[in-house]
Antibody, heavy 115, light 110 residues
Framework: EVQLLESGGGLVQPGGSLRLSCAASGFTFSNYAMAWVRQAPGKGLEWVSAISNNADRKYYTDAVKGRFTISRDNSKNTVYLQMSSLRADDTAVYFC????????WGQGTLVTVSS | DVVMTQSPLSLPVTLGQPASISCRSSQSLVYSDGNTYLNWFHQRPGQSPRRLIYKVSNRDSGVPDRFSGSGSGNDFTLKISRVEAEDVGVYYCMQGSHLYTFGQGTKLEI
């Protein structure tokens, strides 16, 4: 069974940084791309970033380019999202998902950017 | 950027009756490999999204056959043949042919 466990969310001040982690199990992690999708409170889904299985391709939505960095450690079955220069509109639940087209999703971790 | 437009945004339905959601893209979703990467997701209140349909019309494992997807180019539809109580929630289309974009969501309520 595919399992994804996000962690690292919390309250951070505007301009601050946070690193999210997503630990995967139940599938051969190194064979699959991974993605991050976020959902602001009461709003819809927004694709954020994705990384190929061997990390040679990384993509970002325009709103986070230059501020967020996606990475992965295939030896730890974990994908990361390093977030910096955080703004209030980055406040959201951040989900990780398997594969380019989001086959399976985790439960999400809440990031709140507020002073 | 590709814009995905869903309609309606709110869909009141009656149990046992059919339901249909439209999703239109601002440009064709036919990818260079010939596939059309159009997905449908369902999110129940307080839960994570779950993918129902991939590449326009392929049901994911465990998805009831009352769900079907159709369409081509830039015009797509999700149909539920007979709505059940567990189908409530928000439905999203997502394109994966030109980076990735979600529609605004359609709230299905009974």
């Amino acid at each position: 069974e595919v399992q994804l466990l996000e962690s690292g969310g919390g309250l951070v001040q505007p301009g601050g940084s946070l690193r999210l982690s997503c630990a995967a199990s139940g599938f051969t992690f190194s064979n699959y791309a991974m993605a991050w999708v976020r959902q602001a409170p009461g709003k819809g889904l927004e694709w954020v970033s994705a990384i190929s299985n061997n990390a040679d391709r990384k993509y970002y939505t325009d709103a986070v380019k230059g501020r967020f960095t996606i990475s992965r450690d295939n030896s730890k079955n974990t994908v990361y999202l390093q977030m910096s220069s955080l703004r209030a509109d980055d406040t959201a639940v951040y989900f990780c998902a398997v594969n380019w087209n989001c086959d399976h999703w985790g439960q999400g971790t809440l990031v709140t950017v507020s002073s | 950027d590709v814009v995905m437009t869903q309609s309606p945004l709110s869909l009141p339905v009656t149990l046992g009756q059919p339901a249909s959601i439209s999703c239109r893209s601002s440009q064709s979703l036919v990818y260079s490999d010939g596939n059309t990467y159009l997905n449908w997701f369902h999110q129940r209140p307080g839960q994570s999204p779950r993918r129902l349909i991939y590449k326009v019309s392929n049901r994911d494992s465990g998805v009831p056959d009352r769900f079907s997807g159709s369409g081509s180019g830039n015009d797509f539809t999700l149909k539920i043949s007979r709505v059940e109580a567990e189908d409530v929630g928000v439905y999203y289309c997502m394109q994966g042919s030109h980076l990735y974009t979600f529609g605004q969501g359609t709230k299905l309520e009974i």
